[in-house]
């Protein structure tokens, strides 16, 4: 779109390249910081060549590579094609690489999992002593208590059967063999959680002790990626704890600090404003022991704080973390056309204020406007014809509500009947990341669950799926005959069904009937569970989207699970793909999106959909709007909030290539001002005389 790059300014861009091959050199670390469209990806990959062209043949010597880290298998992937075929560079997403790092160190590892597990134990204990809903178990006589755990671990599997069941069934299976201590079923929830700490606790000592005895499978940590959940008494970390574990690894273990360096002398991360804090602390412990033991370390951090847009990330909180780093700067913009970096330049509001490289990136435009809920249809199909919008020249349109990007999308009641269940009302922001990522990592435990099972119903569909990627551990293929393999392929043939609910059940009753050991490994890793039955799974579901269920809302809870898996398997593919989609290979004429799920991409023309409100936040970007020239009156929690819709604003904004739009679907009166202060003014959707603010 853009020809004719600023000399001058190229000049400068390769000398601020010189200054990060500088730091290169002297082993100094920095932290390269550059607004959207910068060229930051650019940036760091430059950095891996210079590396390898000038100290390549120093690290193929002494067995040494450079470790790169992503945010994303995309990022990573499109990192290695701009890179090219280098068997000295090592690309991968934060929890791969943490995991390849440190899983070799099993005794190491298991010894912080045996704390893990005191811990809890600890923390549970606590919770029995203190809190309100063990006080019935608080109460009996230490007799009566080791009396009630016997019994309740005898009945494991009766208490399990009848853990969703109205409260009349669970007296009629409990009160006869409870008789001697009937308090504790008063209350049929407190006695649920008081009987689930119970098992719980059991299998952690359980655990602890298998650790002391050596025995089979309890000898090593297991992390796989497919799930996110931490099964500790089973030895398996969810994505979370693998990073407390490889950040303990590092703290605590000066040889490990010592091989880590000695065999990645240099570590660049991408994205450093949304990897977690216990990631930057590995680092920061490394490259102080570097210091300490005079080794050359260089970590290279590349990314925009203003970019910021998830909770869990370090944010504008790097250098507080990891000090003492030099900073890198670049201000130019190889995405946009002028407007529209003049336009996110008000939005972002530091000392990054932006410039095209290039001499003729004036062409782009920019409207604001004010409307209503019915206008979205309209506005959508006013652009597509205005902008002649084809599969090669698209439309992406951007949603604040995901629920709506959802509808657009094909599997709005996927997204509505989990935000009804108890986990994500009481956390709605949090459903984005956990139902909406990209990044399968940050998938919530049971999305990523149905995620799998999804991929697996999916697969098995499609006729001419290969059984290898159906189940994608090579290891698990070299026992088998092509007899048994053709076996398994007909038993999982005959699954079947319409609902994802048809699914499961059919799935469960073709692993009840057949004992081919291959088979169950298939589903049951495809479940994450062992020995599955419908009950369970749904018990399981039970636990984790309604945490602390009181008895007065089971009914409900029964109520909402079925709903989630009454849905047409249809609505749950749509989502899958969603997940899936590779943004960049699509060829449709219109593309929905979060605001969440468009970081670090760009699109030709863009339609955004603003409202005031966002999850439980009343008044997201009204606040941000309202205060937008007034913010050193804002508290600390207000300025929180502000720079949380700031950022969002500015990510979603700074897509833009050529053409911008937006449509405020709440009243702007309070605001308006403001507004005109960055867009330029402000029409009324529908009748207005248009005008275009560049």
């Given at each position: 779109?853009?020809?004719?790059?600023s000399?001058?300014?190229?000049q400068?861009?390769?000398k601020?390249?010189?200054?990060?091959?500088?730091?290169?050199?002297?082993?100094?670390?920095?932290?390269?910081?550059?607004?959207?469209?910068?060229?930051k990806?650019?940036?760091?990959?430059?950095?891996?060549?210079?590396?390898?062209?000038?100290?390549?043949?120093?690290?193929?010597?002494?067995?040494?590579?450079?470790?790169?880290?992503t945010?994303?298998?995309?990022?990573?992937?499109?990192?290695?094609?701009?890179?090219?075929a280098?068997?000295?560079?090592?690309?991968?997403?934060?929890?791969?690489?943490?995991?390849?790092?440190?899983?070799?160190?099993?005794?190491?590892l298991?010894?912080i999992?045996?704390e893990?597990?005191?811990?809890?134990?600890?923390?549970?204990?606590?919770?029995?002593?203190?809190?309100?809903?063990?006080?019935?178990?608080?109460?009996?006589?230490?007799e009566?208590?080791e009396?009630?755990?016997?019994?309740m671990?005898?009945?494991?599997?009766n208490?399990?059967?009848?853990?969703s069941?109205?409260?009349?069934?669970?007296?009629?299976?409990?009160?006869?063999i409870?008789?001697?201590?009937?308090?504790?079923?008063?209350?049929?929830?407190?006695?649920?959680?008081?009987?689930?700490?119970?098992?719980?606790?059991?299998?952690?000592?359980?655990?602890?002790?298998?650790?002391?005895?050596?025995?089979?499978?309890?000898?090593?940590?297991i992390y796989?990626s497919?799930?996110?959940?931490?099964?500790l008494?089973?030895?398996q970390?969810?994505?979370?704890?693998?990073?407390?574990?490889?950040l303990?690894?590092?703290?605590?273990?000066?040889?490990?600090?010592?091989?880590?360096?000695d065999?990645?002398?240099?570590?660049?991360i991408?994205?450093?404003?949304?990897t977690?804090?216990?990631?930057i602390?590995?680092?920061?412990?490394?490259?102080?022991?570097?210091?300490?033991?005079?080794?050359?370390?260089?970590i290279?951090?590349?990314?925009?704080?203003?970019?910021?847009?998830y909770?869990?990330?370090?944010?504008?909180?790097?250098?507080?973390?990891?000090?003492?780093?030099?900073?890198?700067?670049?201000?130019?913009?190889?995405?946009?056309?002028?407007?529209?970096?003049?336009?996110?330049?008000?939005?972002?509001?530091?000392?990054?204020?932006?410039?095209?490289?290039?001499?003729?990136?004036?062409?782009?435009?920019?409207?604001?406007?004010?409307?209503?809920?019915?206008?979205v249809n309209?506005?959508?199909?006013?652009?597509?014809?205005e902008?002649?919008?084809?599969?090669?020249?698209?439309?992406?349109?951007?949603?604040?509500?995901?629920?709506?990007?959802?509808?657009?999308?094909?599997?709005?009641?996927?997204y509505?009947?989990?935000?009804?269940?108890?986990?994500?009302?009481?956390?709605?922001?949090?459903?984005?990341?956990?139902m909406?990522?990209?990044?399968l990592?940050?998938?919530?435990?049971?999305?990523?669950v149905?995620?799998?099972?999804?991929?697996?119903?999916?697969?098995?569909?499609?006729?001419?799926?290969?059984?290898?990627?159906?189940?994608?551990?090579?290891?698990?293929?070299?026992?088998?005959?092509?007899?048994?393999?053709?076996?398994?392929?007909?038993?999982?043939?005959?699954?079947?069904?319409?609902?994802?609910?048809?699914?499961?059940?059919?799935?469960?009753?073709?692993?009840?009937?057949?004992?081919?050991?291959?088979?169950?490994?298939i589903?049951?890793?495809?479940?994450?569970?062992?020995?599955i039955?419908?009950?369970?799974?749904?018990?399981?579901?039970?636990?984790?989207l309604?945490?602390?269920?009181?008895?007065?809302?089971?009914?409900?809870?029964?109520?909402?699970?079925?709903?989630l898996?009454?849905?047409?398997?249809?609505?749950?593919?749509?989502?899958?793909?969603?997940?899936?989609?590779d943004i960049?290979?699509?060829?449709?004429?219109?593309?929905y999106?979060?605001?969440?799920?468009?970081?670090?991409?760009?699109?030709?023309n863009?339609?955004?959909?603003?409202?005031?409100?966002?999850?439980?936040q009343?008044?997201?970007?009204?606040?941000?709007?309202?205060?937008?020239?007034?913010?050193?009156?804002?508290?600390?929690?207000?300025?929180?909030?502000?720079?949380?819709?700031?950022?969002?604003?500015?990510?979603?904004?700074?897509?833009?290539?050529?053409?911008?739009?937006?449509?405020?679907?709440d009243?702007?009166?309070?605001?308006?001002?403001?507004?005109?202060?960055?867009f330029?003014g402000?029409?009324?959707?529908?009748g207005?005389?248009?005008?275009?603010?560049s």
């Amino acid at each position: 779109m853009f020809t004719e790059i600023s000399t001058a300014k190229q000049q400068e861009e390769e000398k601020i390249q010189t200054d990060i091959n500088l730091g290169i050199d002297l082993s100094e670390s920095l932290v390269f910081q550059s607004g959207a469209g910068a060229g930051k990806t650019y940036a760091l990959v430059e950095s891996l060549k210079y590396i390898i062209n000038k100290y390549g043949k120093s690290l193929s010597k002494h067995s040494q590579k450079i470790l790169c880290i992503t945010y994303t298998n995309v990022a990573a992937n499109e990192m290695r094609e701009r890179l090219g075929a280098s068997h000295l560079v090592k690309i991968s997403t934060i929890h791969e690489r943490i995991w390849d790092l440190i899983k070799d160190y099993k005794s190491q590892l298991v010894d912080i999992h045996k704390e893990k597990l005191i811990d809890e134990i600890s923390t549970l204990e606590k919770k029995i002593n203190e809190d309100d809903k063990f006080r019935a178990y608080r109460e009996m006589t230490e007799e009566e208590k080791e009396l009630f755990k016997g019994i309740m671990l005898e009945q494991k599997d009766n208490f399990y059967k009848v853990y969703s069941a109205k409260a009349r069934e669970v007296d009629k299976v409990f009160k006869p063999i409870l008789i001697n201590i009937p308090d504790i079923l008063n209350n049929k929830s407190k006695f649920r959680q008081t009987v689930s700490a119970i098992y719980k606790i059991t299998d952690y000592k359980t655990c602890l002790d298998m650790i002391e005895r050596k025995q089979k499978g309890f000898q090593q940590v297991i992390y796989n990626s497919m799930y996110n959940r931490d099964r500790l008494h089973r030895m398996q970390i969810s994505h979370d704890t693998l990073l407390e574990y490889g950040l303990t690894l590092i703290q605590k273990y000066d040889l490990v600090k010592q091989i880590v360096i000695d065999q990645y002398p240099y570590i660049l991360i991408d994205e450093y404003q949304d990897t977690s804090r216990n990631v930057i602390e590995m680092m920061r412990s490394l490259n102080e022991y570097a210091n300490a033991i005079n080794r050359k370390l260089f970590i290279g951090y590349f990314g925009d704080p203003v970019q910021s847009i998830y909770e869990y990330g370090v944010g504008k909180n790097l250098e507080e973390i990891h000090s003492n780093l030099n900073s890198v700067v670049k201000v130019f913009n190889r995405r946009s056309c002028k407007e529209i970096i003049d336009v996110t330049n008000k939005i972002r509001m530091d000392d990054i204020i932006q410039e095209s490289i290039y001499e003729d990136s004036i062409g782009g435009s920019v409207q604001f406007y004010n409307g209503e809920r019915d206008d979205v249809n309209e506005f959508i199909n006013k652009y597509l014809e205005e902008w002649d919008c084809s599969e090669d020249n698209p439309l992406d349109c951007f949603f604040l509500t995901h629920k709506t990007a959802a509808n657009y999308s094909g599997f709005g009641d996927v997204y509505e009947q989990f935000s009804q269940t108890k986990k994500y009302k009481m956390n709605y922001n949090q459903l984005t990341t956990e139902m909406l990522s990209n990044d399968l990592t940050k998938l919530g435990e049971i999305p990523r669950v149905f995620y799998n099972i999804i991929r697996f119903i999916k697969n098995i569909r499609s006729g001419d799926t290969p059984i290898v990627q159906i189940y994608d551990d090579m290891e698990f293929y070299k026992e088998m005959t092509f007899d048994e393999l053709k076996f398994v392929i007909n038993l999982l043939k005959q699954i079947k069904g319409i609902t994802l609910n048809d699914y499961i059940q059919s799935i469960i009753k073709v692993y009840k009937e057949n004992e081919n050991a291959k088979l169950r490994k298939i589903i049951d890793d495809t479940f994450g569970m062992e020995k599955i039955t419908y009950e369970s799974f749904h018990n399981y579901l039970l636990v984790k989207l309604f945490p602390d269920i009181k008895d007065d809302s089971y009914k409900e809870a029964e109520e909402s699970i079925s709903k989630l898996l009454a849905i047409d398997i249809s609505s749950y593919e749509n989502w899958y793909q969603y997940i899936q989609k590779d943004i960049g290979k699509r060829k449709d004429k219109v593309n929905y999106h979060t605001y969440h799920s468009t970081k670090g991409l760009e699109f030709n023309n863009v339609l955004i959909i603003m409202e005031k409100k966002f999850g439980i936040q009343q008044n997201f970007f009204n606040f941000y709007f309202e205060h937008y020239d007034n913010i050193e009156d804002l508290g600390k929690n207000e300025l929180i909030e502000f720079e949380q819709a700031k950022n969002l604003l500015y990510v979603a904004c700074s897509r833009a290539i050529k053409n911008l739009r937006i449509l405020y679907l709440d009243d702007i009166t309070e605001i308006e001002s403001n507004i005109t202060q960055i867009f330029g003014g402000a029409l009324k959707f529908g009748g207005l005389t248009k005008r275009v603010y560049s």
